[in-house]
């Protein structure tokens, strides 16, 4: 299974949750963007890669950077070190973040605000953390050179309107704002600055749950469902020893299935891939109790406004609505790599899976797909073929101990 960046993020949100203790940040500061003056609207693109929203910014009069839209996080991230030497900082401290690193404490630069520049908006007191190292690899993840997050700052002070179908974010201030026809608002509330919403989930067993999940444009994956296992135990099918990603301790480990359908206002959605961690999260260290995540494997089924000053969600089903839920069929992680980002290395084999039967290893590279050279091929190619078809061959030219190999994989379907 792809790590999702949920699972990532947890690290980041930790960051923000030390800056705040520690009391380095501008909190007695607004930190926002507002439209130019003589602006109502302005559209931005942005690019979905693997899942993730990608934007083009400048910071200080540089760039411009990629950075990833994520309402799961709190606090702009500088992701990539060599930005502190890249852009004029003229003051910043270091802030150690505790659990961070592997046994070591990690190192970030906290900064005054800085000028981010995003085409028709002005920014307003925005500070952003820069880690000392590139701690999470987002840019092998993405395939392309990923700079950073940017998350509450974004939102809060702006109405938002995501459009996955063409590419585009559409932005007001929220007096102005223009809603789709046959949009329908769904109550949400902004705690610890992160969206949360009420769904209910129907599991397998029958039980229908109403959980309280934060809206996460950051997660890759549908739906993530804390603490389930415990209380209701496991679907009747699952991936089990499924690796979901990082945590603040290390590997986050769980559990792959589905959920019988899962309810936001009047849309249902059935038959939805889900993630089940097994550790059990410490509700009592959280600032804000939750049941999981809604991620962008959901919501990019809709167009969706985020209106957090009206705290009011608005959605319209999209052409994509019914698509089934499909999950990747060949057990294998993996990310881009080169100058280029044209070569794929297999990152980690899920025990038992289809790559796992035919003897493929972590630090294989794939070098081409049914003949097709993988230099040629975007990620999202790679992974719409790997969760395509159950029982589907595909033709592997494989860098293997050494040696070029070739391997038929033949595609499971295990949820």
Known sequence: MLRTLFHKLRRFRALWLACLLSGCFLTAQAQYFDLDYHKKKITIP???????????????????????????????????????????????????????????????????????????????????????????????????PIHGLLGYEFFNNLAVK?????????????KDLKVFRKGVPIPITIEDRKPYVEAWVKLQTGENIKTKLIIDLGAGHPVSLENIIKRYGLPQKFIASANLGIGLNGPINGFIGRVESLELGKFKVKQVIASFPDTTNNQSALSV?????????????????????????????????????????????????????????????????????????????????????????????????????????????????KKLDKVILTLKRRI
């Open 46 to 144: 942005f690019k979905l890669v693997r899942s993730l929203m990608v934007i083009k910014l400048n910071i200080n009069h540089k760039g411009p950077y990629n950075f990833i839209l994520d309402t799961g996080v709190g606090l702009m991230i500088i992701t990539d070190p060599k930005l502190a030497d890249s852009i004029y900082i003229p003051n910043k401290r270091t802030l150690k973040i505790p659990g961070l690193g592997e046994g070591e404490d990690a190192e970030a630069y906290v900064t005054s605000p800085l000028d981010v520049e995003i085409p028709g908006l002005v920014s307003y007191d925005v500070a952003a953390a820069i880690l000392k190292k590139d701690l999470f690899s987002l840019s092998g993840y993405a395939g392309m």
């Open 289 to 401: 109790k939750r049941d999981g995540n809604l991620g962008i494997g959901i919501l990019k089924r809709f167009s969706v406004i985020l209106d957090y000053a009206h705290n009011t969600m608005y959605l319209k089903t999209g052409s994509r609505f019914r698509d089934p839920f499909e999950h990747d069929m060949s057990g294998l992680e993996y990310y881009a790599a080169g100058n280029n980002f044209d070569r794929i290395i297999i990152n980690r084999v899920e025990p038992g899976s289809a790559g796992d039967e035919v003897g493929l290893e972590r630090d294989d590279e794939i070098v081409a797909i049914n003949f097709k050279p993988v230099a040629k091929m975007t990620l999202e190619e790679i992974d719409d073929l790997f969760k395509s078809k159950n029982d589907r061959s595909l033709l592997l030219d494989v860098y293997h101990d």
């Open 162 to 174: 995501i459009s996955i179908q063409d590419s585009t974010l559409t932005v007001w201030r929220p």
